[in-house]
């Protein structure tokens, strides 16, 4: 098969891969129809995230069609259309019975907190991604669900995970009847978190980025007020100015690790192996929050050296609400909304790009090219 290969920093290309195979009776293989490139990818394509290897192929936000089933499978036949939520789980240990499918106790056996994430560093497990013709999708059973026939591809595409993330971020929020919500990072993430957040109930979404089409994006597609933290001299202090000098009551944090990568990674393509990136966000949202306010945390990160400012958190009383989203657990909720018409996912998709030129791809969303919000990719 044809699938998207990392071969360093900045450097990912199309090659033949062995098709992938049926290894446990529990596995299905799809062949996908339509993946993307999703933010958190763009950690690994600039070298920030630890065991990122040679040779994996990225791509956790994927759909297909089932090509073949492992002998175990109930819930699936060859030819079904299928979308797959970015985790790997089981369905049955401690965790997967509490719904937290992202912390998954049997699928990763190189870390203690995250479960399985497709297509992302083997600190996630090490399952290649659907940035390709074919993918093997283990617990077939459990992860992937039959699309809906009246929902689009494209849509499904984005429950996979970052229409899904979004959602679970503003969940985390808290959100209470009137809040004045801010959400750092106007990404496709960002954007859902946004638009979520007045689902839940808000009575004001600011969107706070540096890139002014994205923060027109918000606007249109999130009905929210903006901000552009390049034009003010000191973004907390403008938050605080714009809510009563008392802070927003919630923050979503929608950036993570910084996706721009850091000066010396631009300079030297080099990664520093155990620094997962910046806190700079995170800092942000705990200083622009309100005394008591609630802080949502759902962008990737990895180690960090760079001092968070846990001491600030503790002394104004806030709540810290953080996970990688348990995807298929937000799922009948946003189904309702896109059926019902409140929400139409599609919206944020700006480029199509064939497999093929998937290394131009990742060039246009690493370098915010040609108002780039969300590529989609197109195996052929």
């Given at each position: 098969?044809?699938?998207?290969?990392?071969?360093?920093?900045?450097?990912?290309?199309?090659?033949?891969?062995?098709?992938?195979?049926?290894?446990?009776?529990?596995?299905?293989?799809?062949?996908?129809?339509?993946?993307?490139?999703?933010?958190?990818?763009?950690?690994?394509?600039?070298?920030?995230?630890?065991?990122?290897?040679?040779?994996?192929?990225?791509?956790?936000?994927?759909?297909?069609?089932?090509?073949?089933?492992?002998?175990?499978?109930?819930?699936?036949?060859?030819?079904?259309?299928?979308?797959?939520?970015?985790?790997?789980?089981?369905?049955?240990?401690?965790?997967?019975?509490?719904?937290?499918?992202?912390?998954?106790?049997?699928?990763?056996?190189?870390?203690?907190?995250?479960?399985?994430?497709?297509?992302?560093?083997?600190?996630?497990?090490?399952?290649?991604?659907?940035?390709?013709?074919?993918?093997?999708?283990?617990?077939?059973?459990?992860?992937?669900?039959?699309?809906?026939?009246?929902?689009?591809?494209?849509?499904?595409?984005?429950?996979?995970?970052?229409?899904?993330?979004?959602?679970?971020?503003?969940?985390?929020?808290?959100?209470?009847?009137?809040?004045?919500?801010?959400?750092?990072?106007?990404?496709?993430?960002g954007l859902f978190a946004a638009k979520s957040a007045w689902f839940m109930g808000a009575g004001r979404v600011i969107v706070i980025d540096h890139l002014d089409y994205?923060?027109?994006?918000?606007?249109?597609?999130?009905?929210?007020?903006?901000l552009n933290f390049a034009e003010h001299q000191d973004i907390v202090v403008e938050m605080k100015r714009t809510t009563g000098h008392l802070g927003a009551d919630v923050?979503?944090?929608?950036?993570?690790?910084?996706?721009?990568?850091?000066?010396?990674?631009?300079?030297?393509?080099?990664?520093?192996?155990?620094?997962?990136?910046?806190?700079?966000?995170?800092?942000?949202?705990?200083?622009?929050?309100?005394?008591?306010?609630?802080?949502?945390?759902?962008?990737?990160?990895?180690?960090?050296?760079?001092?968070?400012?846990?001491?600030?958190?503790?002394?104004?009383?806030?709540?810290?609400?953080?996970?990688?989203?348990?995807?298929?657990?937000?799922?009948?909720?946003?189904?309702?909304?896109?059926?019902?018409?409140?929400?139409?996912?599609?919206?944020?998709?700006?480029?199509?790009?064939?497999?093929?030129?998937?290394?131009?791809?990742?060039?246009?969303?690493?370098?915010?090219?040609?108002?780039?919000?969300?590529?989609?990719?197109?195996?052929?």
């Open positions: 098969m044809k699938a998207m290969v990392y071969r360093g920093p900045y450097k990912v290309r199309v090659e033949e891969k062995a098709d992938p195979r049926i290894e446990h009776p529990n596995d299905a293989i799809v062949r996908v129809t339509m993946a993307s490139i999703c933010g958190s990818d763009l950690h690994l394509y600039h070298g920030m995230m630890p065991d990122t290897r040679v040779g994996h192929t990225f791509g956790h936000e994927f759909i297909g069609v089932v090509e073949q089933v492992g002998p175990s499978v109930e819930n699936l036949s060859p030819g079904d259309r299928v979308m797959v939520p970015f985790n790997v789980y089981c369905g049955s240990c401690f965790f997967c019975a509490r719904g937290l499918y992202s912390n998954c106790h049997n699928v990763n056996p190189n870390a203690t907190a995250v479960g399985g994430i497709y297509g992302y560093s083997h600190t996630c497990g090490g399952y290649d991604g659907g940035q390709a013709q074919l993918v093997r999708v283990p617990f077939a059973d459990v992860g992937p669900s039959r699309i809906p026939e009246w929902m689009d591809d494209e849509d499904a595409l984005l429950c996979t995970d970052a229409l899904a993330t979004g959602y679970f971020g503003a969940q985390l929020g808290d959100i209470v009847e009137g809040d004045t919500v801010a959400v750092f990072g106007a990404g496709p993430v994205r923060l027109e994006k918000a606007r249109e597609f999130a009905h929210a007020e903006t923050v979503i944090d929608a950036v993570g690790a910084e996706a721009d990568g850091n000066l010396m990674q631009h300079v030297t393509s080099a990664k520093l192996k155990l620094q997962g990136g910046s806190p700079i966000a995170l800092n942000w949202a705990i200083d622009s929050v309100r005394k008591g306010g609630t802080v949502s945390v759902m962008g990737a990160y990895g180690p960090m050296f760079s001092a968070v400012k846990f001491g600030d958190a503790l002394n104004k009383g806030l709540t810290l609400n953080m996970n990688q989203c348990p995807a298929k657990r937000q799922w009948p909720r946003l189904f309702e909304h896109i059926r019902n018409g409140h929400l139409k996912p599609s919206d944020i998709i700006t480029h199509r790009i064939p497999l093929e030129h998937i290394a131009e791809g990742y060039h246009i969303f690493s370098a915010k090219l040609d108002n780039v919000i969300k590529p989609v990719i197109v195996p052929s």
